[in-house]
C-alpha cells in the first residue's frame, strides 16, 4: 500500500531529494507499524519521532491505515 510521509523539524534533512511541499510517497506493506515506518525511515527514538494522521498522535504500536498522509514531527524536548 502506498502512504504520503510529510516530515517536519530536522528530520528532512534525513532524505537529500525531500521536497517540503510535496513530502514523499512510499509503498509499505499492509498493517505496518508507526515504529516499523519510524525504522524504514531510519529515525531513532532519540529523534522523537511522532506520528500523525488526520490530526491523532498514533502510538507507536498502532497500524497506519492504507492511503493516508502521515505527519511525522520531532518531539519538543527541553528545560
Known amino acids: 500500500m ?3 510521509v510529510k516530515l517536519y523539524g530536522t528530520l528532512s534533512r534525513l532524505f537529500p531529494d525531500y521536497r517540503t ?3 514523499m510517497e512510499i509503498e509499505v506493506p499492509p498493517g505496518m507499524s508507526v515504529k516499523n515506518l519510524l525504522d524504514r525511515l531510519r529515525i531513532c527514538e532519540n529523534q522523537g519521532g511522532v ?3 488526520d490530526g491523532r498522535v498514533l502510538k507507536m504500536e498502532e497500524e497506519i491505515p492504507p ?3 502521515v505527519r511525522v ?3 519538543v524536548r527541553g528545560g
Open 21 to 23: 511541499a510535496t513530502g
Open 2 to 4: 502506498k502512504i504520503r
Open 67 to 69: 492511503g493516508v498522509e
Open 73 to 75: 514531527f520531532q518531539s
Open 51 to 53: 506520528a500523525v494522521v
